[in-house]
C-alpha cells in the first residue's frame, strides 16, 4: 500500500514564527487532505488539495504530485496552532484515506 | 456541508460488555463510511470500510466478529464493539465523503474498557 511520510515529526515554535510541514507519499494519488488534530481529539479539514496551490488565512498548501510531496505552510503562528498535523492520501480507484505519521506542533507564548 | 456527527464522545463500559458507536452525515448521503482507530500519540489506522446495503470491508488485522459494522442506511453506520476488553480501549473516528470535496471526521468516540 501506499507509505506516508512527514517531517519534522515534532516542532517546537515561538507565537509569530512561520513553519513549513512536509508529507512525502510513495505512489501516485487522487486525494490528498491535511488535517488539524485538536487536543480534544477532533480532526479539522484543513486543505483538500491533490494538486496546486490553495490559501486559506495564515495557512497555505502546495502538492506537486508529479514529485509527490506536499507542504504546509503556517505563517505567524499563534498558539490555538499547536496540536498534530496530518496528511492523508487516497490512490486511484480507492476511496480510503491513509494517513501519515503526522507532525505535532507546539506554539510557545 | 459535509457534517460528521458521532456518538457517544466517550464511553466507559466493563469487559465482556458490547459498546455501539453511531456515525451520521447529516446533510449528504453517504454510501461509504470509514472507521478508524487511534492509540495515544499514534496516527490514525483503518479498521473497516463500511458499505450501505452490503457487508463492511475489514483490513488485514481487524476481528470482524469483535468489530461489528453495519451500514444500513444512507446516512448512519454502526460500530459494535463486541465483549469489549482493556486491550480495545482507543479513540475511534468515522468519516465520509469523496473524492471530489474530500472527507470529513465525525468528533471521535474515546473507549474505555474497565
Known amino acids: 500500500g501506499i507509505q506516508v511520510e512527514q517531517s519534522p515529526p515534532d516542532l517546537i515554535l515561538q507565537e509569530g514564527a512561520n513553519s513549513t510541514l512536509r508529507c512525502n507519499f510513495s505512489?501516485?494519488?487522487?486525494?490528498l487532505q491535511w488535517f488539524h488534530q485538536n487536543p480534544w481529539g477532533q480532526l479539522i479539514n484543513l486543505f483538500y488539495?491533490?494538486?496546486g496551490t490553495k490559501q486559506n488565512g495564515r495557512l497555505s498548501a502546495t502538492t506537486v504530485a508529479t514529485e509527490r510531496y506536499s507542504l504546509l505552510y503556517i505563517s505567524s503562528s499563534q498558539t490555538t496552532d499547536s496540536g498534530v498535523y496530518f496528511c492523508a492520501v487516497g490512490g486511484f480507484g480507492n476511496e480510503k484515506l491513509t494517513f501519515g505519521t503526522g507532525t505535532r506542533l507546539t506554539i510557545i507564548p | 456541508g459535509a457534517v460528521v456527527s458521532q456518538h457517544p464522545s466517550w464511553v466507559i463500559c466493563k469487559s465482556g460488555t458490547s459498546v455501539k458507536i453511531e456515525c451520521r452525515s447529516l446533510d449528504f448521503q453517504a454510501t461509504t463510511m470509514f472507521w478508524y482507530r487511534q492509540f495515544p500519540k499514534q496516527s490514525l489506522m483503518l479498521m473497516a470500510t463500511?458499505?450501505?446495503?452490503?457487508?463492511?470491508?475489514?483490513e488485514q488485522g481487524v476481528e470482524k466478529d469483535k468489530f461489528l459494522i453495519n451500514h444500513a442506511s444512507l446516512t448512519l453506520s454502526t460500530l459494535t464493539v463486541t465483549s469489549a476488553h482493556p486491550e480495545d480501549s482507543s479513540f475511534y473516528i468515522c468519516?465520509?465523503?469523496?473524492?471530489?470535496?474530500?472527507?470529513?471526521f465525525g468528533s471521535g468516540t474515546r473507549l474505555t474498557v474497565v
Open positions: 463500511s458499505n450501505e446495503g452490503s457487508k463492511a470491508t475489514y
Open positions: 505512489d501516485s494519488v487522487n486525494n
Open positions: 468519516s465520509a465523503g469523496d473524492r471530489t470535496y474530500g472527507y470529513t
Open positions: 488539495i491533490p494538486s
